[in-house]
């Protein structure tokens, strides 16, 4: 088995923001955003959550040929036909463009200008043989197939076993490539008297359909367990992987409760050159987190109410998206039409780095009735270029060699760079700016 799980509306908002006393929305420009394609082995997974109602989105970063890919989840109940589905895989990529960290940038006015700036207000695997006649030779393994069926691109078997050894065996008869140390994790599910879904790729279906990715699946059940099974993703990984959870509930934020949920860093003013750096920036940073937590921390990057964003990296979703990702309650469960609006949705956006020694239980959840907004959101600011000719001006040069060492200071803290590298970048060569009008900058005798 393979697992690799327009100008004009710029001026007008920015004179919205400079010029009104109770604006309280974001004033600046968006830049970049740290999305999922940020890390090569990132898996994703999307949890909608309600009562005992769970459905569980997973986009495959499987990468190689179809045969070779297989996935099997422990399940906590039977599931049927009707409780699988296969999605777009643009739902999952529209809400990781949501949710992703950003890079936002704000130009510093003249300081001699004489009028009050507003700040800002934001505070897996071969098409098998039927299934049908394995059934013997499962039953003598103490392994049930308790049902079979044809999702979309994917041939499913739901199992239950006796014993891990004879699931081991069968799973093996029948073209899974299961990594050393499988049992040992099997037998713990086996224990805990759950079922095991287990798909593959149907290369006719999938030829069919005219599809050349595989589409996340999904599937939906009720259970009072409100958790993500790992452990059997640890077991065959080239080293640690990365996974983003999408959590999506009506009352508000969710944190594992079996392991620390840390806010990453966020909030701060970074050295401008991190712009044309911010992928290689928060790589670095979320590294270095992962260090300081010796990798036993779960990271809140996003938590915010669905319908609506400040800034956006991308629009909120829509009702119909949100629905088709799982979330069942927006038409009230009674067959009313779905509100344009994306609705009484609340977004929680984990990312945890992950090995079998430092995650050794699967994650477990808790729905926090705590509706507070995060964002993993870095700032920069860059500096007025103009002629600086007040009293005020002066002390804004002062000022700017102070708030660029910060700034410096800032990013070495957070991802481990070398400072020395930083202030080269940023080339503080401790020379003030010039002052005065250009004609008399040209002919300054140094």
């Not at 207000?121 to 098998?128: G, I, T």
């Not at 029948?174 to 499988?182: E, F, L, S, T, V």
């Not at 409100?226 to 992987?241: H, S, W």
Request: aromatic content about 10%.
């Amino acid at each position: 088995m393979k697992r690799s799980m327009t100008l004009l509306g710029i001026s007008l908002v920015l004179a919205t923001c400079w010029s009104s006393p109770t604006v309280r929305a974001f004033c600046g420009f968006y830049v970049a955003k740290a999305d999922a394609k940020l890390f090569n082995r990132a898996s994703q997974v999307v949890l909608v959550r309600h009562d005992n109602k769970t459905v569980i989105t997973m986009a495959n970063d499987f990468q190689g040929d179809p045969t070779e890919f297989a996935v099997v989840i422990p399940v906590p109940t039977f599931i049927e036909r009707g409780q699988i589905h296969v999605t777009n895989k643009a739902l999952i990529d529209h809400l990781d463009a949501f949710t992703a960290p950003r890079l936002v940038e704000y130009f510093d006015q003249d300081p001699c200008m004489r009028h009050t700036l507003m700040e800002r207000a934001m505070p897996l695997a071969a098409q098998a043989p039927g299934v049908a006649g394995r059934r013997s030779r499962a039953k003598a393994l103490g392994v049930s197939i308790e049902a079979s069926y044809t999702v979309g691109e994917y041939d499913i078997v739901i199992l239950s076993a006796e014993q891990s050894d004879g699931l081991t065996t069968w799973l093996t008869e029948n073209g899974y490539r299961i990594p050393p140390g499988a049992s040992r994790v099997l037998a713990s599910y086996i224990r805990q008297n759950v079922r095991f879904f287990v798909a593959k790729v149907n290369l006719e279906e999938q030829s069919r359909l005219g599809f050349n990715y595989l589409r996340p699946i999904q599937v939906a059940f009720e259970s009072p367990k409100f958790m993500l099974p790992i452990r059997l993703g640890t077991l065959n990984a080239n080293g640690p992987q990365d996974l983003l959870l999408y959590a999506l509930t009506q009352n508000g934020r969710v944190e594992t409760t079996n392991y620390r949920t840390v806010k990453l860093p966020s909030g701060m003013d970074l050295p401008v050159f991190v712009k044309q750096e911010f992928g290689d920036f928060y790589k670095a940073m979320f590294t270095e987190q992962v260090r300081k937590e010796n990798m036993r921390s779960v990271f809140l990057e996003y938590a915010w109410d669905m319908s609506w964003c400040d800034p956006c990296a991308a629009d909120p979703l829509s009702a119909t998206e949100l629905r088709e990702l799982g979330v069942f309650w927006l038409d009230g469960g009674r067959g009313r039409a779905v509100k344009r609006g994306a609705q009484n949705t609340f977004v929680t956006r984990l990312h945890l780095r992950y090995d079998g020694e430092h995650f050794p239980e699967d994650l477990v959840f808790q729905e926090t009735a705590d509706r507070t907004n995060f964002q993993g959101r870095y700032v920069l600011r860059h500096a007025y270029e103009g002629a600086l000719s007040c009293e005020r001006g002066g002390m804004y040069r002062q000022e700017l060699a102070t708030r660029h060492e910060r700034e410096a200071q800032t990013l070495a803290s957070i991802t481990g760079w070398d400072i020395r590298d930083i202030r080269r970048k940023m080339d503080l060569s401790g020379k003030p700016p010039e002052s005065g009008s250009w004609w008399e900058r040209l002919w300054k005798k140094n």
